[in-house]
């Protein structure tokens, strides 16, 4: 075995040294390089041969003779046992270290070898690591002269990450100029738009009575609450309810509402707030941030609230462009300390701050460009352009920046256009810029034809502008990705991850998230199902159920150190009762004395009680120390066990406020993938790029949803243009719109891709010989049959039919007469039918009606159309046996809206009644299963049949 070591490691033309001589030359420089290359060399992922000279029509014959001799060296790794694919993240130190003690290690790479075979930060930044390698070295060394009685064992480097204190942010730095505009952008913005959120909070419990705050939903009073035994997603959860068994009236507090608890008022008292976890007919579970005294005693108030948290995070993101993580890596070598200086075993490590991508984001904050800016649009005001619109702003050649955009060019018709430009840098590439098997993947499937090689990930199912859209997405360091409606932005992304992780390996942490966490649960599954392993971040009950075991909490749940936290756990609490219990006992002395509480503490007491408060301030000061030693292991055992989960994910999901959370400090993120970017409000968007972020690929439509802006201030300054869409009319990032739907009937999709994208979307539901694929039929349906003749007026578009309704009932009419005469008209139809000619259907039909419309707590509701919808869904059910309630989608726009149809099909008695006569028991049970939300709950979702109800439209 020893020959075999040997005899790889020389053809990997790297010098062997044995542990004992590693030992001996801790502070050589040699050494030292081995030290950092040994880990690197394990985290080569290996690689098919593929034809000398195919290669050699790529990359050319240095690259490839430096490509050899990488691949020897990563292989000659390989058979000495060592892991053949990175699972670590940027700083996993500990099980470099063991492979260390125990393997010989290559002197260094080999000469002009890519630099993709190593970790990226280390090989980057190598100075960083080596007096942290020196030092695990050395404290291994001293484990053999621990004593075995004592029981101390050094388990070697502790690194201590924390954010790091950046010097003012002063004028003459880089970004300046555009850092102050872009602040004085959209921090106004900011507070606008809280100010509005917050004022429709205070206006509801300012201006509504008790009585109507409980009608509507917001308000439960005479709640009664004790703690539950077991935390729930690591924190306080108590039980709320009105009595044992005793049903809650009908209520707004869903799954992860914002809540204010208080026992009277929460406007003449401070509010507790809490989140709900869950709830039942009879009780809400409500998670809290800690332990509330008292909560068992007396009854409570719960008021529905609004979270703040989000406006901090989006603040703390803008002052965050003022920060440049190589500035923090810079501080951190200017700091490290020496071997001898590191007596505690502990090593600073800052966490990364800002983003390296300011050139690009902040390209339109250019004081010229703003200047340009606000003098067309006062120009136009004085001619009179009215609210939307359009103002051109000319740039000119002068602001064309190709050193800062350039990269991969999708749009190149030969290799050497579908690189970089000869003015465009490396860092343009983004983090992959000196990884050729990633280069060359993408300037090849950049191509009209893309050239293929031994050896490349087979791309199954992907049509020519989603591979397209994964070359541009790694080829560059920004880019954006259009993705109208059906046409697999999810399934891009997810090639994409799996391009990286599975076929290239990438040591890099990646980040992907999204607005909604429907959004995230999509691509969680999605990436599960391809082989890629997601880490799901997020509060638990926003979780999908059948997603819980890719969650960040259940992972930690099932650690195997987690029985050694639930132990300090268990004696922080017992410790914690037992300081309250003295508490107790020194308030009841003081009591007595006379005195306060403080005074009893400093020893303000009389002598003939002097000695027992000594006794026990003494005991409370014993007590508070162990309390401390406990909390400090169970912080620094959670960090570990936060440090391997995080470390055993390929890709780690979530949304982009909750990207924020101390959960994920311990790592920095270089890349990020952001999905539904055209939803985010651009400050939220920052939120994930301000961990360290390299390479960003945004994910979006602007044809589509646009940020939900509450305030007419916020929107005016320009809150509601999210990233993606500014960078889109910027016009300088490189970007790709995928161009075939698969989602649709062609006669749904012909008005979107006519409206919207000028033609450009194709349809994938069209089969070789032009007829429409199998299972996009119209269902039977008594609205969906062709009308014959349509009246003047009638609107005929898109593959649809404006028309009345066959039935409309409005008014005081009972809920059986409401849905009876459609239910009978279907009925007699379908037996007057063997079977409809589905192709004479219109796919889309427009149901006309002058049902009017009310104003409900700043919402609309229009029942007389939330019937129609009722009579719709019991239509479908009626004439389609094998459609399952799961099938349906209902959509409106408003929240009141939905509110009403919710009740409809799920509480109100004479509905039900009514559903269960004329469908009968089993079909009946369909109802329960109809997924009822607003738009954005159905973002990147899919049903073969949608009910939109849009009850404020005209």
Known sequence: MEDEERSSTSNSAATVTSSQTQQQKLGEKTQEKDEVFSELFLSSPSILPISEAERCAVHGK??????????????????????????????????????????????????????????????????????????????????????????????????????????????????????????EHFLPAINAEQLADEAVLQERLANWDLNKLQEEGYCLTGMLAFWMQKQMFGMPTATFQLGPGITLPEHRFEKGTQVLLSRVDPLKEQPIRGSVISTTPSQLRISFQERIPELDFGAWRLDVGRPNLVFERMRTAIMNMSVGPDEVVQKEQEERRTPAEMGTGEWKEYMLQGTALRDVLLWGFRPELRSKLKNAKGKAEALGAGEGDEVVVEVGEEYEDKDV??????????????????????????????????????????????????????LTGMNPSQVKAMALMVGNRVSLVQGPPGTGKTKTIIQTLKLLKSHFAVPQPILVCTYTNVAVDNLVEGMANAGIKPLRVGYGPAIRPDLIEHSLHHKLEMHQRAPELKKLEDDETRIQEKIEDLHKKIHELADRMGISFRDTLNGKVTARFEGRVRNMTGTLDSLSRQIGMVKAKKYALQQAMLRDVLEEADVICTTCITAATSSLNIIDFPIVFLDEASMSTEPATLIPLMKGCRH?????????????????????????????????????????????????????????????????????????????????????????EAIETPEEGDVEEAGGLFTSPPVVATGAEAAESRVSAVISKGKKRASEREDLCHWGQPSVIFLDHEGAETTKDRSRVNHAEAHIVASVVVDLLLNNPELRGSDIGIIAPYVAQISQLTRIFNTDLAYQTSFKETLGDHRYMQLAQIEIKTVDGFEGREKEVIVFSTTGGD
């Open 62 to 183: 240095d690259v490839l003779r430096a490509e050899a001799d990488g691949l020897k060296a990563a292989s000659a790794a390989a058979a000495r046992g060592g892991n053949s694919r990175a699972r670590s993240s940027t700083f996993n130190r500990s099980r470099a270290s063991t492979w260390r003690r125990t393997t010989p290690v290559p002197s260094g790479p080999p000469g002009g070898s890519r630099q993709v075979l190593w970790d990226w930060r280390r090989w980057r930044k190598p100075d960083r690591l080596r007096v942290i390698a020196a030092k695990e070295r050395e404290l291994e060394e001293k484990k053999s002269s621990v004593g075995k009685g004592k029981g101390k064992r050094r388990q070697g480097v502790t690194i201590r990450r924390r954010k790091a204190d950046m010097s003012p942010f002063v004028e003459g730095q880089d970004f300046y100029e555009e850092v102050r505009e872009y602040k």
């Open 405 to 458: 955009f350039g990269g991969i060019d999708v749009d190149a018709g030969d290799l050497d256009a579908a690189g970089a430009s000869k003015n465009a840098s490396e860092k343009n590439m983004g983090v992959f810029a000196e990884d050729q098997r990633i280069q060359s993947w993408a300037r090849r499937y950049s191509l009209p034809t893309p050239l293929l090689m031994d050896g490349d990930m087979v």
């Open 696 to 784: 960003l690929a945004l994910i979006g439509d602007h044809k589509q949803l646009p940020p939900i802006i509450v305030s007419q201030e916020a929107k005016d300054i320009g809150l509601g243009v999210s990233l993606f869409e500014r960078l889109t009319q910027e016009g300088n990032t490189p970007s790709i719109m995928l161009d075939t739907q698969y989602r649709m009937h062609p006669n749904i999709a012909s008005f979107p891709s006519t409206e919207f994208y000028l033609g450009g979307v194709r349809d994938g539901t069209i089969d070789e010989q032009g007829n429409v694929i199998p299972g996009l039929t119209p269902p039977k349906s008594v609205y969906l």
